[in-house]
């Protein structure tokens, strides 16, 4: 399974950003797709993430900010920034897990896959 992301780039603060990631592949059912970001010399952290049946979880620093929507017909997962401030400064990360195709009806392997990342660049 692929993830192509798209959307960032270099942003004053205050400003907004709508990052896209597409699924591609073969693949019985997506479970949950999110964003990640690392920023320089830190560990990756969950921005947010959006399950099958609509539940979202967000970090506490973006949630009152950052909207995230799945498209799930079209495998894909949006995200909007807004109110962006400079520590939000990262390479984001598309993640996605489901299950591959199994026999019959029956679901296959679980899998779970990362995008390439994209930056986002928010200037003070």
């Known amino acids: 399974v692929q993830l192509q992301a798209s959307g960032g780039g270099l942003v004053q603060a205050g400003g907004s950003l709508r990052l896209s990631c597409v699924a591609s592949?073969?693949?019985?059912?997506?479970?949950?797709m999110g964003w990640y970001r690392q920023a320089p010399g830190k560990q990756r952290e969950l921005v947010a993430r959006i399950y099958r049946g609509g539940d979202t979880n967000y970090a506490a620093s973006v949630r009152d900010r950052f909207t995230i929507l799945r498209d799930s017909a079209a495998n894909t997962v949006n995200l909007s920034m807004n109110a962006l401030k400079p520590e939000d400064t990262a390479a984001y990360y598309c993640?996605?897990?489901?299950?591959?195709?199994?026999?019959?009806?029956?679901?296959?392997?679980?899998?779970?896959?990362w995008g390439q990342g994209t930056l986002v660049t928010v200037s003070s």
């Open positions: 993640y996605v897990e489901g299950n591959l195709v199994g026999k019959g009806w029956q679901p296959g392997p679980y899998f779970d896959s």
């Open positions: 592949g073969t693949f019985r059912s997506i479970s949950s």
